[in-house]
């Protein structure tokens, strides 16, 4: 999918488990609520300069097992 200028996108609650490569198409991407679902890894695709530039991400209440090395964490 593209959509451009989409810069929140509230994910939340959804059981997601995996994230498409998709997110890559998200170019002005700043804020992503991944919170409450069954993520158990965040890949490098969200991390720029490999696809959205999120500045944040929030990813609580996760299966998370890994995150990419990519993602620096604050």
């Given at each position: 999918?593209?959509i ?15 994230l ?11 804020f ?43």
């Open positions: 999918f593209r451009n200028g989409l810069k929140r996108l509230m994910l939340n609650n959804n059981r997601l488990t995996v498409p490569e998709s997110f890559t198409q998200l170019t002005s991407l700043e992503l609520d991944l919170s409450y679902n069954k993520i158990q890894y965040l890949p490098a695709a969200l991390a720029a300069p490999y696809g959205s530039p999120a500045r944040t991400i929030k990813a609580t209440s996760n299966s998370l097992v890994s995150i990419a090395p990519e993602l620096s964490i604050n």
